[in-house]
């Protein structure tokens, strides 16, 4: 092999060095840019999900405290119900007792 040969082959070489760090390079630069799509995908599956898992929590809470609510509204009306009642009685006996001390 002649010195022309050699440095010929050499030259090929470094031309195939070259272009395969050109190719691995692109790889990887395309290898990145997925791994970032990736991430961007998953983040924003996450952030649905958790999305959707405080909403129903809001809406289940919701729904306790409406149920809560109309117990203590119920109980409420219940117990006004019995005081206007008691009170029916007393009415009378109040408006006669200030009657009298009016005549009086």
Request: glycine share 6%; proline share 0%.
């Amino acid at each position: 092999m002649g010195r022309e040969e050699v440095l010929r082959a050499i030259k090929q070489a470094e031309s195939e060095a070259k272009e395969t760090i050109a190719n691995a390079e692109s790889k990887a630069t395309e290898i990145v840019a997925k791994a970032r799509l990736a991430a961007t995908e998953i983040i924003q599956a996450g952030r649905t999900d958790s999305e959707t898992n405080a909403q129903t929590m809001i809406s289940e809470a919701r729904s306790a405290a409406e149920s809560e609510a109309q117990k203590v509204s119920k109980e409420g009306d219940s117990t006004i119900g019995s005081i206007h009642d008691g009170g029916e009685g007393s009415r009378e006996v109040a408006v006669n007792a200030i009657l009298d001390a009016f005549k009086s």
